[in-house]
Structure formats: structure tokens, C-alpha cells
């Protein structure tokens, strides 16, 4: 029988900076034509959000919130150095890197060899080199920016894939009557895009090296905008889109919960130690249209986070689909996937768990360790 060590944390592309983020997110959101000049005025902001700010445009906060993220992830290696696993599942979402207009699988488990990673390299289409990969991806032209580890523009990271228990989670979820898909090879992205490798390296952050294989299952977190804004935070299409110009929605927390209770009853029957890992963060503030794209919405995530710590998983299951693209929490459902596997296994609320707000780092972050029962 197989043992189960659930983690969740974020993959928050800025903390790979030297800067770790900064407040650029908010200053960007305020120069879009389409949000109302009400919204641009920080008399109507919320006050977390003007303290956070505070009269250094943000940087005391953003320290703290670095220092936090850091110490978090750190806890997170050691939860898993502990447990040793034999490979670790990352629940984890893509944006116009892997799929595009061509395809787009509500789940998919990547059943990977082994693979080599340029983090710092530029990021271009496999199918089309002369093409970026998404709106974030870096010219060639472009040097890369300082990282938080000053690591060279061409370091490697070697991350071990596991096909044969990819492979068996795969043909288990088809037995559970779980219609997943699966990928032997990358489609546009050379490798792992970043919610996977952004993982690692986080897990990684003292660089003492990350032997454990990985095996990615994508979640279908794009929400109504993603593709039609090609990856990018603007245009989104603008605030008030008709919904027949929208992309249709990603799978329902209910669904998702179904899917990560699935997923642990398979690895349960496999004679793997196996760590699974949602890689979040929580509502983003370029995904929040109520709030103009101009911060999170702290408040929903605060009530999500409180029922966690209670164990309550039915307030998670109860969530509907309409208000998690509502409240910019797209890229939860890989949480949702988490909460729906640790029901299933019987736990209940996480033995250590962390809440890291921020409504000026466009995301709050949410860290959890559940040991095994």
C-alpha cells in the first residue's frame, strides 16, 4: 500500500527575481484603459492595501513577503526531505506555454523521461522557434534578469522524470472512470513550464540539489481569459466581454476534488511512496475582474484558507465554479485537486499551514504540510 504526504504551495514566477516581484503588478493594472479612473485612485483602495503600500511603494512589504515565501518553502523541503518519497506528483497549471488553441485537456498526466531545463534561457514555441512562447516570454535580445539565487543565464536543472508511475496513475484514473488525458513529449514547451519548474527550484531554494522524480499533472486553470488574451495579463479582453466571447470555464472545484480523490485512491493501491503537491498561489490580482485587475480578492481567499484550517471540506466542495473566476482564484483548482486527495485519505485540516497576504504582490500565497496518516 502506498503512502501519501500531501504539500501545498505557490510557484510565484516573481520570487525567481532578485527583486522578488516588487509592486509592479499594481502599477501595471492602473494604466489599463479599461478600468475606470474610480479604481485608479488609491482613496478607493482598500486599507490593507494602502498599508501595504505604505510610503515606499510597497518595498518594506514586499521584503516581508519574500522572507515569509522563502521560509515557507524551506519548511515544505523539510516535510519532504523527512517523508523521502519514492517520486513526487505537482498538481499544477500551464499558461500559453504547453497548450494552446489547439488543445486543451481539462487534466493530463505528463508521463515524462527525464528532463533538462534552462530556466533563465529565452522561451520560445518548439513548433515554431521564431515565436515566444506566451506574452511573458523573454526576447533573445533581452539579457536575463539577476535571479534570487545569481545563478548564470545557462544553468541546468537535471529534473528526473517516472513514466512507469505516470503511467500506472494514468491507466488507475481511466479505472476510476476519470477520463484523463496524457502526454509522453512536450506539445509547444520544450520541458516543464513554470509551474512545474518554478516547484522544484522553490524547493530547492538553499540548492542542495532535488533528486526526487517528478511526475506533473496538469489542471486546466486558464478560466474565461487566458487563451483569449494568448497568456498575457492585458488585454483580457476587456472588463465586460460577453460571455460568447470568453473561453469556456476550467473544471468545477467539485470536479476537481473528484479528480484528487481519485488520484489518491490510485496511489494508494501503488507500492510508491508518493509526495503530492498543489503549486498555487491564490487569487490573482490580474484574473479578478470584479476588482478591475487591480487587486486579489484577499477576502474570498481569507474564507477558503479559514475552512482549511478547520478541515472543512465541504465549504471547498461548495464553491462555485462562476465565483472562482469571479474572485481570480483560476489557479486554485490545483489546490482543489490537493483537498479532494486529503479528504480522501481522511485527514483532516493540515498539521502546519501558513496564510502570506498581500493585495499589492498580485497574489496571496497559502502554504500547507499534511503528514501522513
Given at each position: 500500500?502506498?503512502?501519501?504526504?500531501?504539500?501545498?504551495?505557490?510557484?510565484?514566477?516573481?520570487?525567481?527575481?532578485?527583486?522578488?516581484?516588487?509592486?509592479?503588478?499594481?502599477?501595471?493594472?492602473?494604466?489599463r484603459p479599461d478600468i475606470p479612473d474610480q479604481w485608479?485612485?488609491?482613496?478607493?483602495?482598500?486599507?490593507?492595501?494602502?498599508?501595504?503600500?505604505?510610503?515606499?511603494?510597497?518595498?518594506?512589504?514586499?521584503?516581508?513577503?519574500?522572507?515569509?515565501?522563502?521560509?515557507?518553502?524551506?519548511?515544505?523541503?523539510?516535510?519532504?526531505?523527512?517523508?523521502?518519497?519514492?517520486?513526487?506528483?505537482?498538481?499544477?497549471?500551464?499558461?500559453?506555454?504547453?497548450?494552446?488553441?489547439?488543445?486543451?485537456?481539462?487534466?493530463?498526466?505528463?508521463?515524462?523521461?527525464?528532463?533538462?531545463?534552462?530556466?533563465?534561457?529565452?522561451e520560445r514555441d518548439r513548433l515554431d522557434q521564431s515565436?515566444?512562447?506566451?506574452?511573458?516570454?523573454?526576447?533573445?535580445?533581452?539579457?536575463?534578469?539577476?535571479?534570487?539565487?545569481?545563478?548564470?543565464?545557462?544553468?541546468?536543472?537535471?529534473?528526473?522524470?517516472?513514466?512507469?508511475?505516470?503511467?500506472?496513475?494514468?491507466?488507475?484514473?481511466?479505472?476510476?472512470?476519470?477520463?484523463?488525458?496524457?502526454?509522453?513529449?512536450?506539445?509547444?514547451?520544450?520541458?516543464?513550464?513554470?509551474?512545474?519548474?518554478?516547484?522544484?527550484?522553490?524547493?530547492?531554494?538553499?540548492?542542495?540539489?532535488?533528486?526526487?522524480?517528478?511526475?506533473?499533472?496538469?489542471?486546466?486553470?486558464?478560466?474565461?481569459?487566458?487563451?483569449?488574451?494568448?497568456?498575457?495579463?492585458?488585454?483580457?479582453?476587456?472588463?465586460?466581454?460577453?460571455?460568447?466571447?470568453?473561453?469556456?470555464?476550467?473544471?468545477?472545484?467539485?470536479?476537481?476534488?473528484?479528480?484528487?480523490?481519485?488520484?489518491?485512491?490510485?496511489?494508494?493501491?501503488?507500492?510508491?511512496?508518493?509526495?503530492?503537491?498543489?503549486?498555487?498561489?491564490?487569487?490573482?490580482?490580474?484574473?479578478?475582474?470584479?476588482?478591475?485587475?487591480?487587486?486579489?480578492?484577499?477576502?474570498?481567499?481569507?474564507?477558503?484558507?479559514?475552512?482549511?484550517?478547520?478541515?472543512?471540506?465541504?465549504?471547498?466542495?461548495?464553491?462555485?465554479?462562476?465565483?472562482?473566476?469571479?474572485?481570480?482564484?483560476?489557479?486554485?483548482?490545483?489546490?482543489?485537486?490537493?483537498?479532494?486527495?486529503?479528504?480522501?485519505?481522511?485527514?483532516?485540516?493540515?498539521?502546519?499551514?501558513?496564510?502570506?497576504?498581500?493585495?499589492?504582490?498580485?497574489?496571496?500565497?497559502?502554504?500547507?504540510?499534511?503528514?501522513?496518516?
Amino acid at each position: 500500500m502506498g503512502e501519501i504526504l500531501g504539500l501545498g504551495m505557490s510557484h510565484f514566477p516573481g520570487m525567481r527575481s532578485a527583486a522578488g516581484g516588487g509592486t509592479n503588478f499594481l502599477r501595471g493594472a492602473v494604466q489599463r484603459p479599461d478600468i475606470p479612473d474610480q479604481w485608479k485612485d488609491p482613496k478607493n483602495w482598500p486599507q490593507r492595501l494602502l498599508e501595504q503600500l505604505g510610503d515606499d511603494e510597497g518595498r518594506a512589504h514586499a521584503q516581508l513577503h519574500r522572507e515569509a515565501f522563502i521560509s515557507e518553502c524551506k519548511t515544505l523541503r523539510q516535510a519532504l526531505d523527512r517523508f523521502n518519497p519514492d517520486f513526487v506528483l505537482v498538481w499544477g497549471d500551464d499558461q500559453y506555454e504547453n497548450f494552446k488553441e489547439d488543445i486543451i485537456p481539462a487534466f493530463c498526466v505528463f508521463a515524462y523521461e527525464d528532463m533538462d531545463a534552462y530556466p533563465y534561457h529565452p522561451e520560445r514555441d518548439r513548433l515554431d522557434q521564431s515565436k515566444p512562447i506566451s506574452a511573458f516570454g523573454r526576447p533573445a535580445s533581452r539579457p536575463a534578469p539577476a535571479n534570487a539565487w545569481d545563478e548564470p543565464e545557462d544553468t541546468l536543472f537535471h529534473v528526473r522524470g517516472k513514466r512507469d508511475a505516470a503511467k500506472f496513475l494514468a491507466r488507475g484514473l481511466l479505472q476510476e472512470k476519470i477520463d484523463v488525458a496524457y502526454a509522453y513529449q512536450p506539445l509547444h514547451y520544450d520541458g516543464l513550464c513554470h509551474a512545474f519548474l518554478n516547484t522544484v527550484m522553490f524547493l530547492d531554494w538553499d540548492r542542495k540539489g532535488f533528486d526526487y522524480p517528478v511526475v506533473p499533472m496538469q489542471v486546466n486553470c486558464y478560466g474565461s481569459r487566458v487563451i483569449l488574451n494568448r497568456g498575457g495579463t492585458f488585454p483580457v479582453g476587456a472588463i465586460d466581454l460577453p460571455e460568447g466571447d470568453l473561453d469556456p470555464p476550467g473544471p468545477s472545484p467539485e470536479r476537481c476534488m473528484e479528480v484528487g480523490a481519485a488520484v489518491a485512491r490510485v496511489l494508494k493501491r501503488s507500492p510508491w511512496r508518493v509526495a503530492v503537491v498543489a503549486s498555487s498561489s491564490w487569487s490573482h490580482a490580474f484574473l479578478t475582474p470584479k476588482h478591475f485587475f487591480v487587486y486579489p480578492d484577499v477576502e474570498s481567499d481569507r474564507k477558503l484558507y479559514d475552512a482549511l484550517t478547520r478541515g472543512d471540506y465541504a465549504y471547498w466542495r461548495g464553491v462555485p465554479n462562476d465565483e472562482v473566476d469571479a474572485s481570480g482564484q483560476q489557479e486554485v483548482r490545483n489546490w482543489w485537486c490537493l483537498v479532494g486527495a486529503m479528504e480522501e485519505l481522511g485527514q483532516g485540516a493540515p498539521g502546519h499551514h501558513a496564510f502570506v497576504e498581500s493585495y499589492i504582490m498580485n497574489s496571496s500565497k497559502c502554504f500547507a504540510v499534511w503528514e501522513p496518516r
